[in-house]
């Protein structure tokens, strides 16, 4: 099994920048596939990004694109998104997820075994 946390979430006005955090524990993280979702009120769970388990690819959402940077540290067993250029739109409970798949098609959230309890980003106009 393998624990994950989520952390750095806060609130920011529009245009502003935050790094979120995912640690991993009782497990190595280079055992999986990592990625972050995001939730808003009346709206289904979305993919934002993935990295691979040695970072050689990533995937982002197209609304992420250019924006949202996500990275790996598997001698930390942590993973981040750094996010930028930010808009109300980007608000919402984000979540951390593990998968021990592989040929994984990162967008489907039932490739995930693993998720944090999330972090809520909240963007202010």
């Known amino acids: 099994q393998v624990q994950l946390a989520e952390s750095g979430g806060g609130l920011v006005q529009t245009g502003g920048s935050l790094r979120l955090s995912c640690v991993a524990s009782?497990?190595?993280?280079?055992?999986?596939?990592m990625a972050w979702f995001r939730q808003a009120p009346g709206k289904e769970r979305e993919f934002v990004a993935g990295i691979s388990r040695g970072a050689f690819s990533t995937s982002y959402a197209d609304s992420m694109k250019g924006r949202f940077t996500i990275t790996r540290d598997n001698n930390k067993n942590t993973v981040t998104l750094q996010m930028s250029a930010l808009t109300p739109e980007d608000t919402a409970l984000y979540y951390c997820a593990a998968s021990e798949r592989s040929g994984i098609t990162p967008t489907l959230k039932t490739q995930y075994t693993y998720w944090g309890q999330g972090t809520q980003v909240t963007v202010s106009s």
């Open positions: 009782g497990r190595a993280l280079s055992t999986f596939y």
